[in-house]
């Protein structure tokens, strides 16, 4: 059958095509498990670092305790990022995590909050009158047995002889963020939270800060999952920079062995 000029015309364009090298793939996302308390910050490093690299960062904030137990049901996870350092060995010991990979990125200070126009004070010291300013209110804590910022919350309590107190009116949450909102809704009159969530939320104020020695250091290891894929020891790397530190900075973090941080035992 004689081509037709038409037909000419639809190999020259098969042929062209052909003969155009193929688009690079993108790079593939990473996927990064982080506490609730590092939301913003790590959310704004991930788009530092895409913007470098191309390379994408997918984020799953919640409870430290939530994603370690998400990891070990197989969760898909490159990097967890922990608020302490229990639900990072809770990993290595099952053999999780890449442990050579794992290092401690920031620290955090502990404090009491209320709302913004709540006028009450308090200072933190043994024996405060905590029950009498919470009134008939609750005091907001994330879950004690099992999410970090309220492990610590319970220390320092037990520590200063407040626990018994309230123990039994403590407004419950499964995150520090979800006791942070407690507050700032109104919903308690006082709540116990990291100093980087109070400082991003503007209906809530610091009453007072929990002495350093009340609870243990706050401190942040990071590693990669068994399973991660190579970008992610790349934005690994990234979180260790000098920029990263200025970022963790800005949001109120301390460095490693700063107001009560410190590393994690050998």
């Excluded at 003969?19 to 790590?42: E, K």
């Excluded at 709540?118 to 200072?123: C, D, F, G, T």
Aim: aromatic share 6%; charged share 20%.
């Amino acid at each position: 059958m004689p081509m037709t000029p038409t037909r000419w015309l639809l190999v020259a364009m098969l042929l062209l095509l052909g003969a155009v090298p193929g688009r690079a793939q993108d790079p593939p996302a990473i996927t990064v498990f982080g506490a609730a308390s590092l939301t913003n910050v790590l959310q704004d490093l991930g788009d530092d670092f895409t913007r470098e690299s191309s390379v994408p960062v997918h984020f799953s904030f919640a409870s430290s305790s939530a994603l370690a137990r998400q990891i070990e049901s197989g969760a898909p996870a490159d990097l967890f990022v922990s608020a302490d350092v229990d639900w990072m060995d809770y990993l290595a010991q099952r053999r999780l995590i890449q442990s050579a990979t794992r290092h401690d990125l920031a620290g955090n200070r502990l404090v009491l909050i209320a709302a913004a126009d709540n006028p009450v004070q308090l200072h933190l010291a043994a024996h405060a009158a905590l029950g009498a300013a919470l009134g008939k209110g609750r005091l907001a804590v994330a879950d004690p047995d099992s999410v970090p910022a309220g492990r610590y919350a319970k220390q320092a309590l037990e520590h200063l002889g407040l626990w018994d107190e309230v123990a039994s009116r403590l407004a419950g949450a499964e995150s520090v963020r979800a006791a942070l909102a407690l507050v700032a809704r109104g919903e308690a009159p006082l709540g116990i939270v990291y100093q980087t969530d109070a400082l991003i939320e503007h209906a809530v104020r610091i009453v007072d800060v929990f002495p350093p020695d009340s609870h243990a250091s706050i401190v942040y290891p990071a590693a990669l999952t068994r399973s991660a894929r190579p970008g992610a020891e790349r934005f690994l790397r990234f979180l260790e920079s000098p920029a990263a530190r200025v970022a963790f900075k800005a949001y109120g973090f301390s460095r490693i062995g700063d107001h009560g941080a410190g590393d994690h035992p050998p």
